[in-house]
């Protein structure tokens, strides 16, 4: 029996913004999504949050917090995944692609101008979450 995964996805706010990034790699391809990954054996979801933010965009986050919890089930590609969502603040360092074959590009975006398309695990949370996506 395949068993769900467990990933955690980061928000990283500065300035009323936070980071996305475009996937690349056959899970997800083109669409946007916040810095993540799995959780690794042992790690806190917090430590899981900073080490991803910090492989995958050299950018060093504090104030890390849980925010919830979506259910991914992708049934083209036959995957099952619970996403943690965290959110952070930028502490420091320039956002850059530093694992070019998770994303092909890395930017600061708004909840009003988001681009498209967005990976499944964040359309669940617009969905479960609404209140978020409306802007602030």
């Known amino acids: 029996m395949n068993r769900p995964s467990v990933g955690v996805g980061v928000f990283v706010f500065k300035d009323g913004e936070f980071l996305l990034g475009r996937r690349v790699g056959k899970h997800g391809y083109g669409t946007w999504c916040v810095p993540g990954g799995h959780l690794e054996y042992g790690e806190t979801f917090e430590e899981a949050a900073a080490r991803e933010v910090m492989e995958e965009t050299g950018v060093k986050i504090k104030n ?41 590009d890395i930017d600061w975006y708004d909840f009003k101008n988001l681009p498209k398309p ?9 969905k479960a979450k609404p209140e978020l996506f409306v802007g602030k």
């Open 64 to 104: 890390i917090r849980f925010y919830t919890a979506v259910n991914n089930v992708f049934h083209d590609e036959k995957k099952h995944s619970i996403t943690i969502f965290m959110f952070s603040d930028w502490a420091s360092g320039e956002p850059k692609v530093m694992e070019p074959d998770k994303f092909i």
């Open 118 to 126: 967005l990976f499944l695990a964040l359309t669940q949370l617009q």
